[in-house]
């Protein structure tokens, strides 16, 4: 029988890696997670809880990694509110990463909460504007207002970052809606 791969005994797996993260040997019971996230990698609670063990192992940057791969899963499957779940938890591991914003502001607006993802898409706009990104600001403004046409900061900071961006005539265009807007 040599050369056969026999499964893993998902239930023994799961009891050891248990056993060793209550003892408190969090990488050993990571490395039993790890195990069954190969049988199983579209399993969002697997790399939950390996997100979960790193931060028990004071690993943010490990953890951060865990939970995207944990929200993707959760997303993947249609389980929004995990996916958004993981998504925190990354930045509170890591809140440098607020690339997480663009995706915690577009499940908002697949669950119908606009005023919830203006306000991530806001943070996102901010971090880029902070960083000098005015292209990658622009992008992200223009996306608040396909989502919330009436945000009439929104649409100022657009104008500015078209002039800023070169695109005067769009700059124009917006401040035109801006005036019809406010009148």
């Not at 490395?31 to 579209?42: H, N, Q, R, T, V």
């Not at 490990?62 to 993981?86: C, I, P």
């Not at 403004?141 to 769009?170: F, G, M, T, W």
Request: net charge positive.
């Amino acid at each position: 029988m040599e050369g056969i791969l026999v499964p893993p005994d998902r239930g023994r797996i799961l009891q050891q890696a248990q056993l060793l993260a209550s003892r408190g040997q969090y990488d050993a019971a990571i490395a039993e997670w790890k195990k069954l996230a190969i049988d199983s990698p579209a399993d969002g609670s697997i790399y939950n809880t390996i997100g979960d063990l790193h931060t028990k192992r004071n690993v943010p940057g490990e953890a951060a990694s865990a939970y995207l791969q944990a929200a993707s899963a959760f997303r993947a499957e249609g389980a929004t509110l995990k996916a958004m779940a993981a998504f925190k938890k990354v930045l509170k591991c890591d809140p440098t990463r607020y690339e997480v914003y663009r995706y915690l502001g577009d499940l908002n607006v697949e669950r119908g909460l606009i005023s919830s993802a203006v306000q991530d898409y806001l943070t996102l706009g901010k971090y880029y504007l902070k960083e000098r990104r005015g292209k990658d600001a622009l992008e992200v403004y223009k996306k608040i207002i396909a989502h919330d046409p009436s945000n009439l900061n929104a649409q100022q900071r657009v104008a500015e970052l078209c002039i800023q961006e070169n695109q005067q005539d769009e700059a124009t265009t917006v401040y035109l809606q801006l005036g019809r807007e406010k009148s």
